[in-house]
Nanobody, 118 residues
């Protein structure tokens, strides 16, 4: 199983950025794909997730209404559309996946850095 996250960069506050995560090496129809982030000096936190089969999404309160997760078929690619970015959104963003009944994420991609300047 491989996850490849990409799309990070530098953006001004109030701007937008879209991250993508490509999943390969498995059949993910019964899985959940999640986005996490880790800011400097802070613990990793949950950003949001999407159920691969039904497309149900969940978001952390801190990004609700600003971030949108989508999935694309065929194949397994998910995106994290980030709007109205704030300096506190600066972090390394990771995508990860787990089976829908699992309690922890088993597979992780490498992170991609998002920097929001004020």
């Amino acid at each position: 199983v491989q996850l490849q996250a990409y799309g990070g960069g530098l953006v001004q506050a109030g701007g937008s950025l879209r991250l993508s995560c490509a999943l390969s090496g498995h059949h993910f129809s019964g899985y959940v794909m999640g986005w996490f982030r880790q800011a400097p000096g802070k613990e990793r936190e949950f950003v949001g997730s999407i159920n691969w089969s039904g497309g149900n999404t969940y978001y952390a309160d801190s990004v609700q209404g600003r971030f949108t997760i989508s999935r694309y078929k065929p194949g397994y690619t998910a995106t994290l559309q980030m709007n109205s970015l704030k300096p506190e959104d600066t972090a390394v963003y990771y995508c990860a996946t787990r089976f829908r009944t699992a309690t922890e994420y088993d597979y992780w991609g490498q992170g991609t850095l998002v920097t929001v300047s004020s």
